[in-house]
């Protein structure tokens, strides 16, 4: 976790390297690539405000 100015709590914070091969790409073919891996579903959990309830759930 992490502090940032003008938060009122620690923020848990990620960082995400993206390597792109190929340099045969045109820079819009990377730009695209990079808005693609922008749209993962992790990242999109990640960024939302994911609300987490746990139960227990007797055996049955």
């Known amino acids: ?3 940032i100015a ?3 709590a620690p923020v848990d ?3 995400k390297a993206i390597v792109i ?3 045969e ?3 819009e073919q990377r730009a695209r690539l990079l808005n693609v891996a922008a749209r993962c579903p992790v ?3 990640l960024e939302g405000a994911p609300v ?3 139960r227990v759930r007797p055996l049955s």
Do not use: C, H, N
């Open 1 to 3: 976790m992490e502090r």
């Open 6 to 8: 003008g938060a009122s």
């Open 13 to 15: 914070t990620f960082e």
């Open 21 to 23: 091969q190929g340099p």
């Open 25 to 27: 790409l045109t820079d």
């Open 43 to 45: 990242q999109r959990v």
């Open 52 to 54: 987490i309830t746990t």
